[in-house]
């Protein structure tokens, strides 16, 4: 496969076409950002350990049966991924309080939220990620209701296998984002990536943090946590 013209310029990656026009290349950029991309800074070797982060996942869960977009990592920062329409949704699970439900609601920080809770955000840099209920996303057409009640059940059996995936590796999965597209026979997968830039994780024992929020709360270097991360999902890892 070659790789074609950029498509897309995201804050952590680049979507390329390809000479397949089913499938996308997505380049994982040594770039951090947060605040929607506010606050901006290169990190190298973040793109590597996200592309093995996201890969060694979606493999892993693709392998559970569960749709994705994920075909193969092809080197230390280049994916190929199955084109997707993209639905501009985040997709947000939260198992736990923290980032903006706890300044939302001031609760106290890591407190077990029963049952998980599900939020949408419209994807919208220039209305900076607008909150939606249904009604709002179902009226503005941007997924009908059904779309939006398979997109809650996908996302709550990511939770579940996610949830237990990191529990495997010593971590606990706080809440996390995901994002869905449709392929050209309308099926729906994920897409996006799964990476500690994109979900909350801390250290089952000690709760520290081991994702993005390191670099969001200057707390110190982010690629050794996320090498640390990586290491432990290896060190867990079962054949597929
Ligand atoms: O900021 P907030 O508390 O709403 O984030 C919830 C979860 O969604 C976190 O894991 C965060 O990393 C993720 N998220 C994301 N991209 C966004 C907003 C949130 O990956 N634009």
Redesign the pocket.
């Known amino acids: 496969v070659k790789q074609g013209v950029l498509l897309y310029a995201g804050k952590a990656k680049q979507v390329f076409s390809t000479d397949d026009p089913e499938l996308l290349w997505v380049y994982y950029l040594d770039q951090a950002t947060a605040l929607?991309g506010k606050k901006k800074v290169a990190i190298d070797g973040k793109g590597t350990l996200n592309l093995h982060i996201s890969g060694l996942l979606f493999k892993e869960l693709a392998a559970t049966g569960f749709p994705t977009h994920f075909v193969t990592d092809m080197d230390n920062q280049n994916m190929l991924v199955r084109r997707a329409k993209m639905i501009p949704l985040?997709v947000?699970v939260?198992n736990r309080a923290?980032?903006?439900?706890?300044s939302r609601f001031n609760v106290t920080p890591l407190r077990v939220l029963d049952p998980a809770i599900h939020?949408f955000?419209y994807k919208s840099d220039a209305l900076d990620?607008p909150f939606m209920n249904d009604e709002q996303i179902v009226a503005l057409g941007i997924a009908p209701r059904a779309t939006l009640d398979t997109l809650r059940t996908m996302a709550d059996q990511v939770n579940t296998w996610l949830t237990a995936r990191w529990a495997r590796a010593g971590i606990e999965l706080?809440?996390?984002?995901l994002e869905f597209g449709r392929l050209a026979d309308g099926t729906l997968v994920l897409a996006d990536e799964l990476s500690p830039?994109?979900?909350?994780l801390i250290d089952a024992q000690t709760h520290a943090s081991l994702?993005?929020d390191v670099f969001r709360q200057d707390e110190g270097p982010l690629v050794p946590v996320y090498a640390e991360v990586l290491r432990r999902l290896q060190a867990t890892q079962q054949e597929v």
């Open positions: 929607n985040e947000v939260r923290s980032g903006h439900f706890v939020e955000y990620d706080v809440d996390f984002k830039d994109n979900m909350r994702d993005k």
